[in-house]
C-alpha cells in the first residue's frame, strides 16, 4: 500500500525516506543512514528522519538498532522524542530507553500523551521512579493517571483512557457540536460521545455519524443509545475484549461500581489485547512462559526450565514403564525399536485433540452442548485414524522383522494408543477448566505422559503377552 | 457488564430474556425455551425472542441448537431472521441453513444487508447456488456485490463494504453535514468520510470528530489528512490487517488499481481477520489444518491425516536409528530405558524455541536484525538448559541403574541433544521462511525429527563407544 500513497497522494511527509523494504521490515539502507547520524551526532537530521513519523515506525526503529544506539537516539531526539513510541516496542526496549532517561524528561513528555499510553509505560516501572515521575507531573494529569493505576493490572481501568466528550441528555445536536468546535481539550480522536448525568452516571451514548445525520434541533436524548454495553472497570480485559469483539464495537465506556463515567476504551486498545491473548495461547501451548523476542538468556530460561523440569519428571515416568518389560525387551530388541512410533504417534494425534479442544475453550466455541457432539466425534477420529495406522504399521513393522505377529501386536497396541490419544485430548482440556485451570498451560503434558505411558505400556504389556515372554 | 446494563440504564429490550449464563456460554434455561417454542411452532414468541437480538447473539444459539430445531427456527423466524447473524457462525452452521432456505428469500434477505456481510455469506456457496440468488437481485446491488466477489478469496476486496460516503475536496463542513442530514442512503455506520475528484480518485479521508470541531465554513480540503494508508483491493486481507494495526485504523478506504475509491475496510471486519489468522497459526503449530468445531469425523479425519502420516515416516527414521544399536541394547537394556528420555527433553526444548521464532516471524518481530542476536540467544539457552538437566539426569540414572558411567554418557547426550534442539528450532523455521514456506505449518515435524533421531543417535552411539560393546 505504500506505493500508493506515493502515487496517489503528495504526501506532506516526502523529506522522509522510505523506511521499510518489501518483506515489510526496516530496509538496511534506513537503518544505515540512522547509524551514521548518530554516529555523528547529527540531530537535526534525526529530528527530520524520526521526528514525525508514526509511533510504530519509531518503534520499529528502535527495536531494530542495537541498545547502546538506542539510547543515542532518543538522547538525540530530546524533546522531538515521541514517547508513544514506546508503546509499542517490548517491554525489555521499553524499560531500556526509560531508564536512560531523566525523570524530569519523562514527566514532560508523559503529560503531552494520552492517558491510556501513560498509564501503559508507568505501569511496568518499578514504584519508586513511577511515583517520582507521577510527583513531576500537574495535579490534575497527576490524578488523572493514578486513578488508572489503581485498578488492577490488565483490567479495562488500566487499558481505558480519561479522556472522552460526555454532555447532557437535554442538549441539542446544535448545542453539543458547537460546544466541539468551541472546546480546545477535546481527545485527540474518538468516535462517540457519552451522555450523562450530573453526577457523571451513564445514561447512554451517541455515534458521531448518528450526530452529523441528525438535524440540529433535536435534542441528545432522543438520539442516544442506551443499550451501550458499559465496560465495569474492574473487568479483565481479555473480557472487555470479547463484548467488543461480540458487539462489534469500536468503543465502549467505562464506569466505576457506582456506574459513573470514567472512560473509554477503544478498539485499538482492544486489537493490541486480542493480540496478546493469541501470543499467550500460543506460548504456553509450546512451554514458554511469558518470553519476549528481546529477553535475555536468563530470562528465557527462566520461562522454559520449569516445564522442561516437568517433563524430565513425566519422561522418568513413562521410562519406568519400559523398565517393568525389561525382560521382554532382553528378548526381543524389536520391541525397543518400534515402541517410540507407538508412543509418538499416540503423541501426535493427542496433541492434534488437545489443540482443536484447548483453542475452542479460548474462544468459548466449545461448551456443554457441544461438547458431548465433540466427544463423539474425536472418539470416531481416533478409533478411525487408530485403525488407519494400525494397518500401515503392521505392514511395515511386520515386513521390516519378518515377523507378521510383531506386526499384529504393534498394530493393536496402535489402535488403542491412538484412541486413549482422542480422549486425553479432549478430556484433560475440559477437566482443567472444569478445575479452574489455564488449559492451554498444563494440557500438553498431562496429554503427552498419558499418551508416552498407555503407547509403551499396551505395546511392550501386549507383546509379552502375546508371545509369552 | 451485562448486570451494569440492567442496573443503570433503562433497556428498550426489557421484554428479552437473559441469553447468557455467568460463564459466557447460551444458558440452558434460554435455549429449553427456545426449544419448547421451536417444537410448538410459537413464532410469536421466537419473533419477540430473535427478532431484535444483535447477530453475534442469533449467532450463538444458532451454534447451540442441534441441527433439526436450528432449521425449523429459521423457517419459523421468516422474514424476521437476520441473515447477518450467518457472519457469526461456523461455515458448516451457515451452509446448513443456506441450504434449507429459498433462494428467493436469501436474495430478500441479502439486499437488506451491508455488502461486506452478503459477500461473506454468497463466497462459499458454490458457483450454481450463488449466481442463481444474484439473479434475483436488483441491479445496482447485483453489480455491487459481484464487483467484491471478482476479488481474489481472502483479499481486501472481498472483505471491503461498498457502501461509503464521499464528497469533493471544495465542500465546505457545513455543506457535508448538511448533505449527510439529507441523504437517506447512508451507509448503516461509518467513522470517516473520503474525499475524492470528479472520476472518484481518492484524495483523503477526513474523520468524524475532525468535521464537528471544525467550523461549517471551512473547506474540506483544508483539514482532510492525505495520507490515509489506502488498502489496494487486491491486498491479501492479512496485510491489510497489518496496516490497520501498524497505524491503529478504525477504517480506511480500499482503491483499484487506478486508484479509484471503491470500497471501506473497517476495523471489525478486521478484527475477526485476527482472530482467523491466530486460529490458523495455533491449528498449524498443533497439526490440525482449516479445521473447524462444527467438521464431522471424516473433515476432522481428513484435516488430520497426513500430518499423522508424516509422523508415521519420521518414526521410522528415528526408529531406523534404534535399529543401528540393537546389539547394544540387547547387552545393556538401561539403554532402551533411558533413550526415550533423552529424547523427549530435546523435543520439548526445541518445540519452545520453535514457538518462539514461529510467532515472532508471524508477527514480524524476528527479522535479519535480530536473527543473529536471537540464534546465539539460543544458542546460549541450550547450552545452559542442556548442562543443568545433564547433572540432574546424570545423578538421577547413574542411581537408578547403580551405574555413574552410565549416567555420565546419557548426561553427555543430553548436552548434544538440547544444543541442537535449540538450533533446529530456530535455525529450521528461519530456512523454511526463507524458501517460501509457512513456519508454522511444517517446523514441528522437522524440530522433532532432528531431535529425535540426534537424541537416539548421541545417547547410543556415544553407549557403544563408552562401554565398547
Do not use: C
Amino acid at each position: 500500500m505504500s506505493h500508493l500513497d506515493d502515487e496517489l497522494l503528495t504526501d506532506p511527509r516526502d523529506a522522509l525516506l522510505e523506511i521499510y523494504n518489501e518483506e515489510g521490515d526496516v530496509s538496511a539502507e534506513f537503518l544505515d543512514q540512522i547509524d551514521r547520524a548518530i554516529e555523528q551526532e547529527d540531530s537535526a537530521f534525526l529530528r527530520e528522519q524520526m521526528g514525525n513519523r508514526h509511533e510504530s515506525e519509531i518503534g520499529d526503529v528502535l527495536e531494530s538498532l542495537d541498545p547502546t544506539s538506542r539510547q543515542s537516539l532518543v538522547r538525540l531526539l530530546g524533546a522531538d522524542f515521541d514517547l508513544t513510541a514506546l508503546t509499542e516496542v517490548d517491554e525489555a526496549v521499553r524499560l531500556d530507553i526509560i531508564n536512560s532517561l531523566p525523570n524530569e524528561q519523562i514527566a514532560t513528555a508523559i503529560s503531552a500523551l494520552d492517558s491510556d499510553d501513560a498509564v501503559y509505560i508507568l505501569e511496568d516501572l518499578d514504584d519508586e521512579e513511577r511515583e517520582d515521575i507521577l510527583a513531576k507531573l500537574p495535579f490534575t494529569e497527576r490524578i488523572r493517571l493514578s486513578r488508572s493505576l489503581d485498578y488492577p493490572e490488565s483490567s479495562a481501568g488500566r487499558r481505558m483512557q480519561t479522556e472522552f466528550v460526555a454532555v447532557p441528555p437535554y442538549w441539542t445536536v446544535g448545542q453539543t457540536i458547537d460546544y466541539m468546535r468551541e472546546d480546545d481539550n477535546l481527545p485527540h480522536s474518538f468516535s462517540q460521545i457519552f451522555v450523562v448525568d450530573p453526577t457523571f452516571r451513564l445514561l447512554g451514548a451517541v455515534d458521531l455519524d448518528q450526530i452529523l445525520r441528525t438535524k440540529r434541533q433535536t435534542k441528545i436524548e432522543t438520539i442516544m443509545r442506551e443499550t451501550n454495553h458499559p465496560i465495569d472497570a474492574e473487568l479483565d480485559q481479555e473480557e472487555a475484549a470479547q463484548v467488543f469483539e461480540q458487539y462489534d464495537l469500536l468503543s465502549a465506556a467505562v464506569v466505576d461500581s457506582n456506574g459513573r463515567l470514567v472512560g473509554v476504551l477503544t478498539i485499538d486498545d482492544v486489537v493490541d489485547v486480542i493480540h496478546e491473548e493469541a501470543d499467550e495461547d500460543i506460548k504456553r501451548m509450546g512451554g514458554v512462559g511469558d518470553e519476549e523476542l528481546s529477553d535475555n538468556v536468563v530470562s528465557a530460561v527462566r520461562s522454559r526450565f520449569g516445564w522442561l523440569l516437568i517433563n524430565l519428571g513425566t519422561a522418568f515416568l513413562s521410562a519406568s514403564v519400559i523398565g517393568l518389560f525389561d525382560e521382554s525387551i532382553s528378548k526381543m530388541i524389536a520391541l525397543a525399536v518400534l515402541m517410540p512410533i507407538v508412543a509418538s504417534m499416540g503423541g501426535n494425534a493427542g496433541t492434534q485433540t488437545m489443540t482443536v479442544t484447548v483453542r475452542a475453550l479460548a474462544t468459548r466455541d466449545l461448551d456443554i452442548y457441544n461438547a458431548a457432539r465433540i466427544i463423539r466425534r474425536e472418539a470416531g477420529v481416533g478409533l478411525f485414524n487408530g485403525f488407519a495406522f494400525a494397518i500401515l504399521i503392521a505392514i511395515a513393522a511386520g515386513l521390516w522383522f519378518n515377523n507378521p505377529q510383531l506386526g499384529g501386536v504393534v498394530a493393536a497396541a496402535m489402535v488403542i494408543n491412538m484412541f486413549v490419544a482422542a480422549m486425553a485430548g479432549i478430556l484433560i482440556p475440559l477437566l482443567l477448566q472444569r478445575a479452574g485451570a489455564d488449559p492451554a498451560i498444563s494440557s500438553s503434558v498431562f496429554v503427552t505422559t498419558t499418551t508416552d505411558v498407555i503407547g509403551f505400556f499396551s505395546f511392550l504389556g501386549i507383546a509379552t503377552w502375546w508371545f509369552n515372554i
